[in-house]
T-cell receptor, first 112, second 114 residues
Framework: KQEVTQIPAALSVPEGENLVLNCSFT??????LQWFRQDPGKGLTSLLL?????REQTSGRLNASLDKSSGRSTLYIAASQPGDSATYLC???????????FGTGTRLKVLA | DTEVTQTPKHLVMGMTNKKSLKCEQH?????MYWYKQKAKKPPELMFV???????INESVPSRFSPECPNSSLLNLHLHALQPEDSALYLC?????????????FGPGTRLLVL
C-alpha cells in the first residue's frame, strides 16, 4: 500500500531564503507525482507535475525533482516571499491504480 | 481551457437537507473524480466516472450519490448528511480514465453540515 510522507510538517523562514520541501513514498512504481499548493480554507492549485520518466520540472522560482528509485521528491523554492505562505502537498499516482495518494503536507510560513 | 470549475464555493446545510455539488470541465475529458478532504488531512478518493459510467466507488456511504449527466458535468447529491461529513470536496478530471493519466483538480467546495 502506497504511503506518502512529507517532512517537515511545518516550516517558518524569513523572506528571501531558499528552501526545500521533502516528499517520500514507499512504492516506486508510479505514473507521476504532483506538487500542489493549498491556501487556508481554499482548494488545490497544481504547481508542478513530474511524469515517472522525468527527473525534474521547473516553473518560475519553483523546481521539483523526482528520484523514483529512492522514492523521493523535493520541491525547491527560491527567494521565498510572504505570498508563498501556504500548505504544500505532494500527491503520487501509483501504477495500477486510479487515485492519487496525498501526503499530509508541509505548512510554510514566510516572514516579512 | 484547462480549468475544472466547482460550484458552489461554500455550502452550509442541515442534516435533513438535500443539496448538490456541481463540477464542470470543458477540456474534452471523459473521466471525472470526486475526492474528500477533511480538515488537516490529505484528500481521499470517493468516486471515479469514466465515459459517464461509475467505475469506482471507494465504499462511500449512500448518503452521497454521484451523477454524471454528460461528459462535461459531474454532480454529487447530498442527503441526510452528518456533521462529520463537513469537508472540502474536490473534483478532478482526466482524458479517458486510464490509470496512468494525470488528473486536473478544481478549487473545491467547502461543505459545513450543522
Amino acid at each position: 500500500k502506497q504511503e506518502v510522507t512529507q517532512i517537515p510538517a511545518a516550516l517558518s523562514v524569513p523572506e528571501g531564503e531558499n528552501l526545500v520541501l521533502n516528499c517520500s513514498f514507499t512504492d516506486s512504481a508510479i505514473y507521476n507525482l504532483q506538487w500542489f499548493r493549498q491556501d487556508p480554507g481554499k482548494g488545490l492549485t497544481s504547481l508542478l507535475l513530474i511524469q515517472s520518466s522525468q527527473r525534474e520540472q521547473t516553473s518560475g522560482r519553483l523546481n521539483a525533482s523526482l528520484d523514483k528509485s529512492s522514492g523521493r521528491s523535493t520541491l525547491y523554492i527560491a527567494a521565498s516571499q510572504p505570498g508563498d505562505s501556504a500548505t504544500y502537498l505532494c500527491a503520487v499516482h501509483t501504477s495500477g491504480t486510479y487515485k492519487y495518494i496525498f501526503g499530509t503536507g508541509t505548512r510554510l510560513k514566510v516572514l516579512a | 481551457d484547462t480549468e475544472v470549475t466547482q460550484t458552489p464555493k461554500h455550502l452550509v446545510m442541515g442534516m435533513t437537507n438535500k443539496k448538490s455539488l456541481k463540477c464542470e470541465q470543458h477540456m474534452g475529458h471523459r473521466a471525472m473524480y470526486w475526492y474528500k478532504q477533511k480538515a488537516k488531512k490529505p484528500p481521499e478518493l470517493m468516486f471515479v466516472y469514466s465515459y459517464e459510467k461509475l467505475s469506482i466507488n471507494e465504499s462511500v456511504p449512500s448518503r452521497f450519490s454521484p451523477e454524471c449527466p454528460n461528459s462535461s458535468l459531474l454532480n454529487l447529491h447530498l442527503h441526510a448528511l452528518q456533521p462529520e461529513d463537513s469537508a472540502l470536496y474536490l473534483c478532478a478530471s482526466s482524458h479517458y480514465g486510464g490509470q496512468q493519466e494525470t488528473q486536473y483538480f478544481g478549487p473545491g467546495t467547502r461543505l459545513l453540515v450543522l
